[in-house]
């Protein structure tokens, strides 16, 4: 449903070039369209089947979108060829890993089925492809030691959860389309992240969310959360797809780049922030069934080659983002 | 299509207990179902549609055959249901390497989801299964460095062809299905191995075939080759599979051992010392489209976890393995 736009738009756009964003209407997906729109580019995006537009409702008429199966393989190929794509950001996924333990194949068919179609497609293309940006995840580490370390792009990977392992081979299929058919790819490993958008099964806007649901006094002033002392490396949603920008244009091929914050901070110490920004006071209990099964102690990445290569360098301080975030959920709870 | 067997051998085969083979008349699938015999067990095997009896011809009245597509969950759940075994060896792969560039579809498919589907399966069998052995392979590990050291079940897996990443992938399912649900599932990483009945289009077989047909007069006295650069830790399949049995039998439960022969051994000396059993005077020419994109330059595995836990050591030497394969050839290659 390709929508039409101005002429002046479309005369930049033209300039620019056309991106194909898969999982356009995902939490990354959407502030990603948002930014390439802002860079003056024609963008096209891919919806699941029975997605919704919540995320880029604000922005669908400057969108050109459509709607499949992505582990069809032959429907990647066709639509791949249809919108010729300069750059492709391949951020279709199922993007829990919590989620991912009950619902493996899932996301085995998503995560690795449907990025080998994107990697194939994108072959059949590869004279007009400049890059194809695809979105790991510092999952794919799992448990390593020493704990405490900065983990640096050169890190074995030993995932431990079915997100993890889905990701850790999809980076497996990138080298190796790389290698064998000189595909453009730049591998994003991106460290958690939030912000307004994300979806509530996600900690941080678990936590905006119970909040502002009790500043409006529609539930008991007890939070209930999973395992608190976790330790994660957190980036604003903003600052990781400013990262995928700057995979595209300036990212090395064949490439693996960290957008991390470098810092690491105790899931409880984000509990504490925003409670601290909250008027109410709200008791925290733990419920044991939001504890997985297996979990990363603490994930902290070097994002050193990021800033040396791509010049990237995190703008949003942490406080900003949960701010921004508990505001997104006090306007989106109703009264 | 299950056959009967003599009372004697039932009543033995039922006090030692039921396994389960998938790809049963493949390479090494074959072999391990003569070992399960003559231990006593009774025997169960799965073959792929359209697969050949050829490799278990002599013992198909002895063993309980199936056949269906490993890529099918629901067959598999359901095979596995209805066989129960003690032991389930999961056997069944696109086994070849150098094919895997050009079937990379079908080496995930059978490689991967085949294995998920026999994960699943067992899962649900739990308490009756004691061991579910999977097969992986030293070509996990891509190219690494420093070169020629002896690799250790710990070094970390960097796969650089379709068939490394899906086995690589396997394994990751494997530690996963063992973490998560205490499946016990060990992992077999074997390093190269051959032996009468390997198909041809691996190296060994390729050059015992190529030397017979010459020894027959129904070829010019030249042999063709591919890369003899590349060094190999080259084991017997019969020490191979008698490892697997080991790791059934003593193997620890999510566990990866190493079978290899613990040295490595150039291609090329591997044809000097094949040419050296002939009688032919046998010209050697090198064939640039045998030659792999991406190849690992030398495979030498650490066994001394397989020494110490299970009590394996190889018997065979590499002149006796490659004399049997040669004569295995000169019985099969028509005068």
Not at 121 to 149: E, H, M, W, Y
């Amino acid at each position: 449903m390709p929508i039409s736009r101005d002429s002046r738009t479309n005369n930049m756009a033209k300039m620019k070039g056309r991106v194909l964003i898969t999982g356009i209407a995902g939490f990354g997906g959407s502030y990603l369209a948002e930014l390439m729109l802002e860079k003056g580019y024609r963008v096209f995006g891919l919806l699941a089947p029975g997605e919704k537009y919540d995320n880029i409702n604000h922005i669908k008429n400057d969108l050109a979108l459509d709607r499949f199966d992505i582990t069809r393989a032959e429907k990647v190929s066709a639509y791949t060829k249809k919108v010729k794509p300069k750059y492709l950001f391949h951020l279709a996924a199922m993007a829990s890993v919590g989620q991912s333990f009950s619902k493996e194949r899932l996301t085995y068919d998503i995560n690795f089925t449907g990025s080998l179609n994107v990697f194939e497609a994108s072959t059949s293309q590869i004279s007009r492809i400049r890059r194809l940006i695809v979105i790991s995840s510092a999952d794919c580490f799992g448990v390593f030691s020493p704990k405490n370390k900065l983990l640096k792009e050169d890190q074995p990977l030993a995932p431990i959860s079915p997100y993890g392992i889905s990701k850790a081979a999809m980076e497996y299929l990138a080298g190796y389309y790389h290698r064998q058919y000189r595909l453009p790819v730049v591998i994003a490993r991106s460290f958690n992240h939030t912000g307004p958008r994300q979806s509530d099964t996600f900690v941080v806007p678990s936590f905006c969310k119970q909040i502002a649901t009790i500043e409006k006094g529609r539930r008991k002033p007890i939070i209930t959360v999973g395992n608190l002392d976790v330790k994660r490396d957190l980036s604003d949603v903003r600052d990781i797809v400013r990262g995928y920008y700057n995979m595209a244009v300036r990212g090395k091929p064949g490439e693996v780049y960290h957008l991390s914050s470098g810092k690491s901070v105790a899931i409880k110490t984000v509990l504490d922030r925003l409670l601290g920004m909250s008027p109410a006071t709200i008791k925290v209990t733990r419920d044991k069934s939001r504890f997985r099964k297996a979990d990363i102690p603490i994930l902290c990445g070097d994002n050193s080659r990021a800033e040396k290569e791509l010049g990237w360098v995190p703008k949003y301080k942490l406080s900003e983002t949960l701010k921004d975030t508990l505001d997104f959920w006090r306007n989106t709870v109703r009264q």
